[in-house]
Each structure stands twice: as C-alpha cells, then as structure tokens.
T-cell receptor, first 114, second 109 residues
Framework: NAGVTQTPKFRVLKTGQSMTLLCAQDMNHEYMYWYRQDPGMGLRLIHYSVGEGTTAKGEVPDGYNVSRLKKQNFLLGLESAAPSQTSVYFC?????????????FGPGTRLTVL | GQNIDQPTEMTATEGAIVQINCTYQTSGFNGLFWYQQHAGEAPTFLSYNVLDGLEEKGRFSSFLSRSKGYSYLLLKELQMKDSASYLCAVADSNYQLIWGAGTKLIIKP
C-alpha cells in the first residue's frame, strides 16, 4: 500500500516549456488535491477533484490545468512554465472532505523554472 | 478575507513543553487541523478539532476555542525528532483547507 505517490520528484524547466506532474493513489479515495508550497507561505490549493471525471479551481489556478480521467490518478499540467511557478508541489487524497478522513499527502515534486 | 496566523519560529529544549498558537479568520468553519512537516517531506496529520476543548493524543494535545478563533498545539516531553514545522489549517464552509504558513520548531539539547 503505497498511499499517494508523485512523479517526478524533481524537475528543472526552462521558461515556456510544458510538463505534467502525475499523482497516483491506491486508497480508492474520491477527493484529490494539488497544492503548491512556497517559503514563508501556507500551502495554496491549485485545483481539486471530488471524483473521477471532475475538476474544480482552487485558490491559485492560473497557469495550471488538471485532469482526473481515472479515479486513482490526478494530473497537473503546466502549459507554458514561468519562473513564478518554481515551487514544491504536493498532491493529496481524502476519502471525504471533512474530519472523518484527513488529507494524505504525496512526497512532493520540486520544480524549478529558469 | 481568510487568514491563518501562527508564529514563524519557536525554540524549545529537549524534554520541555512547548505551545504553538494559531489564530484564524475564515469564511465558515468545519474544523481545525494540525499537521507536522519535517524538512523536505510531506505534511502528516497530527490532530483535528471541531468542538471547543482539548483533544489529547499521547505527547501531543490540541485545543480549540471557536468563539475566539484560536487554537494551540501542545507538545510535551519534547524529543529531538519533534524538530519540524507545524502547520495549522482550517476547513472553510466548502471544506477546503486554508493553511497557515507554519511554525518552525527548533529543539535544542
């Protein structure tokens, strides 16, 4: 039982390049989330999904797109990377959005955009 | 607006007790979470409060006062492995988590 995994762990991009971050979970959870974490700031929600085939915008969605074609996978895309997107990206999964099941986090992807 | 405030950094001695405070202003309230995050790692769940009062779990306790918009995390018998950042997060009216910037706890021998 791996929980939540993220691919890749590290990546360096040049401005304007595109990439996709993959999040996979084996807990059969309905809810999945993408956050970014920057120094001195709290985790900020980029996009989230409440089930297979659904996505919704979070607090900072601009410059990102997501897809949830399969329940176990949640993809985060950067179409044209910018230096402001240099960050650590965390994916999380939860069975429910309330207290009965907390958000379980993946190990993170450290992205640098030059 | 929505806001979560917690101290940036705290220092404590091994074996001692430390209290990390969190104050919040959010649109709706569906519970307050505390997470621990070691450097370079993912956050991991510590505690959850939705009703006023104290929740105790081993060496860690968490307190909530909804009327004051205030919570604290109490860590007893501090160990070196407790050196980490402690994140306070509130579930708003849509059950989305609003996160504080975290408190870096430094434990000295």
């Amino acid at each position: 039982n791996a929980g939540v995994t993220q691919t890749p762990k590290f990546r360096v991009l040049k401005t304007g390049q595109s990439m996709t971050l993959l999040c996979a979970q084996d807990m059969n959870h309905e809810y999945m989330y993408w956050y970014r974490q920057d120094p001195g700031m709290g985790l900020r929600l980029i996009h989230y999904s409440v089930g297979e085939g659904t996505t919704a915008k979070g607090e900072v969605p601009d410059g990102y797109n997501v897809s949830r074609l399969k329940k176990q996978n949640f993809l985060l895309g950067l179409e044209s990377a910018a230096p402001s997107q240099t960050s650590v990206y965390f994916c999380a999964a939860a069975a429910q959005p309330d207290s009965t099941d907390t958000q379980y986090f993946g190990p993170g992807t450290r992205l640098t955009v030059l | 607006g929505q806001n979560i405030d917690q101290p940036t950094e705290m220092t404590a001695t091994e074996g001692a007790i430390v209290q990390i405070n969190c104050t919040y202003q959010t649109s709706g309230f569906n519970g307050l979470f505390w997470y621990q995050q070691h450097a370079g790692e993912a956050p991991t769940f510590l505690s959850y409060n939705v009703l006023d009062g104290l929740e105790e779990k081993g060496r860690f306790s968490s307190f909530l006062s909804r009327s004051k918009g205030y919570s604290y995390l109490l860590l007893k018998e501090l160990q070196m492995k407790d050196s980490a950042s402690y994140l306070c997060a509130v579930a708003d009216s849509n059950y989305q988590l609003i996160w504080g910037a975290g408190t870096k706890l430094i434990i000295k021998p």
